[in-house]
């Protein structure tokens, strides 16, 4: 007679921690647990699947709420397969787009793919990482087992996905290869032998095709999903993405850069970005939402903005970028160490912004000039046609809060 399961409490307090904020399915927390005990007691590790494709060559902050995740699966023991994109990235991921994305070549495949571990490693141990690229079995594909692939999705599935849907709607191209991206992401669980499928939840249709096509290709026990919600950028409005790089916190920016836009975001995600991006513990968690009732705002989002800050940036730099925040924002002081640009020659100063670097087009800068935001020697510019002469002697220009340049001829 078989032995009845019982499913245990320890692996339920796992499961309830690795997927807290996250959709687990099917069978949700349940399920999980029962995958973590039977993996304790058969000895055989989870094989947890993340899938990025290289589109660009920097992470961000959005992209650790789901390295997190992989880093408890890590510290439980299972094995965390990073899957390169190496084949799916030159179709384009169609997901929430709403226009045909153009196709990666090999080359910039590769060199975006350069730096991506190095920032993982910030996060997660990627030397115990399982690193596989999904172009080493989807590129040799003969054209018979591509046609036996397409012929577990019906069309009447794809044009289910929202933006298909959308763009079909509004009359706009939806490209034939672009039903291929979910396929060949699908067919990916099927070559690693995946468990868990961790995406976005803007990758809900693809992840689930996984275990439709991981069915479909004989896996008794196909792949659970944990999808993770989307952070908004600084904006509090747009998810965070390298598309708007004004929003966006990258795994890059200095101690400096990452502190100052983290006090920048609306007091609205002061407890999203703790629950998502930290590892306060649930008690810890209930505790400053409780103070966000009564305390100054600003004040547990300075606690927010060391504490990552410093997960990905050395003390020393953590502590120098706040001390600096307090001088320059709250107190209004000007940083100690200012770069200085060498003026040559007269400028507009829509020009000087762009040439700076304080802006990303000269729209930007008159936008920032009407909002009182440019300041010579603690003088506000409000005209765009202004122009800047090269100084006798040194004069400081402000952009926003945070940006400064000493200009000396």
Request: aromatic share 6%; hydrophobic share 40%.
């Amino acid at each position: 007679m078989e032995e009845k399961f019982v499913l245990k409490e320890e692996f339920i307090k796992q499961a309830q921690e690795i997927s807290r904020g996250a959709e687990l399915l099917p069978g949700g927390v349940k399920e999980l647990a029962i995958k973590l005990q039977k993996s304790k007691e058969t000895g055989k590790p989870i094989r947890v699947k993340l899938g990025m494709d290289p589109t660009r060559p920097d992470l961000h902050l959005g992209h650790t709420v789901v390295m997190k995740k992989l880093k408890k699966f890590q510290e439980l023991g299972h094995q965390i397969v990073l899957l390169v994109g190496g084949a799916t990235a030159m179709v384009g991921d169609p997901s929430g787009k709403s226009e045909t994305r153009p196709a990666l070549t090999k080359e910039q495949v590769e060199e975006n793919a350069k730096t991506y571990f190095e920032q993982m490693s910030k996060v997660l141990d990627t030397s115990k990482a399982e690193v596989v690229n999904n172009a080493d079995w989807l590129h040799p594909m003969k054209l018979t087992e591509l046609l036996k692939l397409a012929s577990n999705v019906t069309v009447a599935q794809m044009m289910t996905r929202d933006d298909f849907a959308k763009r079909y709607a509004e009359g706009k191209p939806i490209a034939i290869h672009e039903f291929f991206y979910p396929l060949m992401q699908a067919y990916d669980s099927v070559a690693i032998d995946a468990d868990i499928e961790l995406g976005g939840t803007d990758q809900r249709f693809n992840v689930l095709l996984g275990r439709e096509i991981q069915t479909a290709y004989g896996k008794p026990n196909p792949q659970m999903v944990m999808l993770l919600p989307l952070i908004e950028g600084t904006d509090g409005l747009v998810k965070m993405s390298k598309t708007h790089p004004e929003h966006c916190i990258s795994l890059t920016d200095s101690a400096k850069d990452m502190y100052g836009k983290l006090m920048s975001i609306p007091d609205t995600l002061i407890l999203k970005y703790f629950s998502l991006l930290t590892d306060v513990t649930d008690e810890e968690l209930k505790n400053i939402e409780e103070r966000l009732k009564t305390e100054n705002p600003r004040d547990i989002k300075m606690q927010l903005a060391y504490m990552i800050t410093n997960e990905y940036n050395s003390d020393e730099d953590t502590k120098k970028a706040q001390e600096e925040f307090v001088n320059v924002v709250q107190n209004k002081g000007i940083p100690e160490d200012i770069e200085t640009y060498k003026m040559t020659s007269e400028k507009n100063i829509l020009d000087l912004l762009l040439e700076l670097g304080f802006v990303a087009s000269k729209g930007e800068a008159k936008r920032l000039i009407a909002g009182g935001g440019v300041k010579i020697d603690n003088e506000k510019i409000s005209d765009t046609a202004f122009v800047v002469s090269v100084p006798q002697e040194a004069i400081i220009i402000q952009a926003g809060k945070r940006k400064f340049k000493k200009l000396e001829k």
